[in-house]
C-alpha cells in the first residue's frame, strides 16, 4: 500500500521569503511519480510540479521547486520568493505503477503568507 | 483551452434523497476520475474511467454510489439514499490517458460540495 505523510499542518511565510513543505511517502514499487498540487480557497486543485523515481535531476517549474531525496523517501516542495497568492492547502500525492491509477494524498499543509 | 468542469457547484440535499454530480472531463482526455474530500477522511479515490469503462472501482464506499460516463466524455456520480457522512466535497479529474506511465498529470475541476441535512 502506499502512503503519504505531511507533517506540517499549517505554515507561515513572509512574503519575498522561501519555504519548504515536507513530504515523505512509502511505497515498495519501483516505478513511482510524485505530484503537488495547490488548492487555494476556491477548491480546485492546481497541478504545480511532477517528479519521477528515475529522474536523476530534481525537477523545478518556475518558483517551484522539488527536493527529491530518494533513499530517504522524501519529495519536499520549495517554493522560493513567497507571494501573497500561495497562500493555500499543498497536497502532495503519489502514483505508484502497481497501484492502478489512482493518486494517493497526503493530509496537506496550510501555507499563509504575511505581507 | 477550457478545464475540467463540475457542476452543481453546490448541492444540499435531505438525507435519504439520490443526487448526481456531473463532471465534463478536458477536451480529449480518455482518463477520468472521481475523488472525495472530507475534513476526516481527507482525499479518497472513487472510481476511475479509461473511455467508457471503470476498470477500477475499488474506492466506492458502497453500492448505494454509483457512476457513469458516456461518449468518452460527461461523467454522472449518483449517490442514491444519501446519508449524512456522505457530506463532502467531490472532486473529479481527467488525464490526457490511463495506463501504467506514471506521469499521468489529472487535472481537477472545482469540485461539488455536497450537504446532506
Known amino acids: 500500500a502506499q502512503k503519504i505523510t505531511q507533517t506540517q499542518p499549517g505554515m507561515f511565510v513572509q512574503e519575498k521569503e522561501a519555504v519548504t513543505l515536507d513530504c515523505t511517502y512509502d511505497?515498495?514499487?519501483?516505478?513511482?511519480?510524485l505530484f503537488w498540487y495547490k488548492q487555494p480557497s476556491s477548491g480546485e486543485m492546481i497541478f504545480l510540479i511532477y517528479?519521477?523515481?528515475?529522474?536523476?535531476q530534481n525537477a523545478t517549474e518556475g518558483r517551484y521547486s522539488l527536493n527529491f531525496q530518494k533513499a530517504r523517501k522524501s519529495a519536499n516542495l520549495v517554493i522560493s520568493a513567497s507571494q501573497l497568492g500561495d497562500s493555500a492547502m499543498y497536497f502532495c500525492?503519489?502514483?505508484?505503477?502497481?497501484?492502478?491509477?489512482?493518486?494517493?494524498f497526503g493530509g496537506g499543509t496550510r501555507l499563509m503568507v504575511k505581507p | 483551452g477550457a478545464g475540467v468542469s463540475q457542476s452543481p457547484s453546490n448541492k444540499v440535499t435531505e438525507k435519504g434523497k439520490d443526487v448526481e454530480l456531473r463532471c465534463d472531463p478536458i477536451s480529449g482526455h480518455t482518463a477520468l476520475y472521481w475523488y472525495r474530500q472530507s475534513l476526516g477522511q481527507g482525499l479518497e479515490f472513487l472510481i476511475y474511467?479509461?473511455?467508457?469503462?471503470?476498470?477500477?472501482k475499488s474506492g466506492l464506499p458502497s453500492d448505494r454510489f454509483s457512476a457513469e460516463r458516456t461518449g468518452g466524455s460527461v461523467s454522472t456520480l449518483t449517490i442514491q439514499r444519501t446519508q449524512q457522512e456522505d457530506s463532502a466535497v467531490y472532486l473529479c479529474?481527467?488525464?490526457?490517458?490511463?495506463?501504467?506511465?506514471?506521469?499521468?498529470?489529472?487535472?481537477f475541476g472545482a469540485g461539488t460540495r455536497l450537504s446532506v441535512l
Open positions: 517528479q519521477g523515481s528515475y529522474d536523476q
Open positions: 511505497t515498495s514499487d519501483p516505478s513511482y511519480g
Open positions: 479529474a481527467s488525464s490526457i490517458r490511463g495506463g501504467t506511465v506514471a506521469k499521468n498529470i489529472q487535472y
Open positions: 500525492a503519489m502514483r505508484a505503477n502497481n497501484a492502478g491509477n489512482m493518486l494517493t
Open positions: 474511467f479509461q473511455g467508457n469503462s471503470a476498470p477500477d
